[in-house]
Nanobody, 115 residues
Framework: QVQVLESGGGSVQAGGSLTLSCAAS????????MTWYRQVPGMEREFVSG???????SYADSVKGRFTISRGSAKNTMSLQMNSLKPEDTAMYYC?????????WGHGTQVTVSS
């Protein structure tokens, strides 16, 4: 089974920064597309940012210009640099690793931004 591990969540004040990291294990023959989603209780999980196997990044409009996603030097690792955080960024952040049609999810890391 593929393991997806997130780290780097925490609590910050508005305007602060956090860096989330994600690593997917196994199947080194596959370079995963890796994506961040976030979810607030009672709401649907929403797309935040993703980077494909070629390193092409995409962002939700709500985070453009504030968040930067990048692949790590180790295969199937990536990070999300989050700057100028807002209270509305508060959520559980989940990493998804995709290989072909197979999706693997982490358990999430909490980000809390206070005003």
């Amino acid at each position: 089974q593929v393991q997806v591990l997130e780290s780097g969540g925490g609590s910050v004040q508005a305007g602060g920064s956090l860096t989330l990291s994600c690593a997917a294990s196994r199947y080194n023959w596959c370079t995963y597309d890796m994506t961040w989603y976030r979810q607030v209780p009672g709401m649907e999980r929403e797309f935040v940012s993703g980077v494909d196997s070629k390193g092409i990044a995409s962002y939700a409009d709500s985070v453009k210009g504030r968040f930067t996603i990048s692949r790590g030097s180790a295969k199937n690792t990536m990070s999300l640099q989050m700057n100028s955080l807002k209270p509305e960024d508060t959520a559980m952040y989940y990493c998804k690793a995709q290989c072909g049609t197979s999706n693997y999810w982490g358990h999430g890391t909490q980000v809390t931004v206070s005003s």
